[in-house]
C-alpha cells in the first residue's frame, strides 16, 4: 500500500553533516506520520525524529535534539532528516517509516507499519 524509497546515507567525518530523504509513493493519503529510527551495530531499533503529515508537528529523541531536524514536502510526499554535528555514536542504518494506523504520532517502532529499506550513515572520528 504504501513504498519508502530511502537514499542519503554515507560516510561523514565527525562534525559533518548530511541529508536523508525518503520517498513515499501509493496510497499515501493514509499515512498519519512519519518517523526515523536507527540501528548501530549490535543494538535495537531506536527512535530518531517524527514528523505529522498535517501541520508538521515534529517530535525528536533527546540524543538529537538540537542536533537533527526532521521536515517533510507534503507535495512530494517526502520526508528529510538533517544530521549535523555528527558523532561517531550516530553511525548507524537510518530507516523511514509511515504511521497509518496511529492516530497520534507514534515514538515506538510498533506504532508503524511500513519501512524502508534503510540508508547505513557512518560517522568517522
Known amino acids: 500500500q504504501v513504498q ?5 546515507g554515507g560516510l561523514v567525518q565527525a562534525g559533518g553533516s548530511l541529508r536523508l530523504s525518503c ?3 501509493g496510497r499515501t493519503f493514509s499515512s498519519y506520520a512519519m518517523g526515523w ?3 548501530a551495530p549490535g543494538k535495537e531499533r531506536e527512535f530518531v525524529a ?3 503529515w498535517s501541520g508538521g508537528s515534529t517530535y525528536y529523541a533527546d540524543s538529537v535534539k538540537g542536533r537533527f531536524i526532521i521536515s517533510r514536502d507534503n507535495a512530494k510526499r517526502t520526508v528529510y532528516l538533517q544530521l549535523n554535528s555528527l558523532k561517531p555514536e550516530d553511525t548507524a542504518v537510518y530507516y523511514c517509516a509511515a504511521a497509518i494506523k496511529s492516530y497520534s504520532v507514534p515514538v515506538a517502532a510498533s506504532g508503524y507499519d511500513y519501512w524502508g529499506q534503510g540508508t547505513q550513515v557512518i560517522v568517522s572520528p
Open 4 to 8: 519508502l524509497v530511502e537514499s542519503g
Open 23 to 25: 520517498a513515499a509513493s
Open 37 to 39: 529510527f536507527r540501528q
Open 50 to 52: 517524527a514528523i505529522k
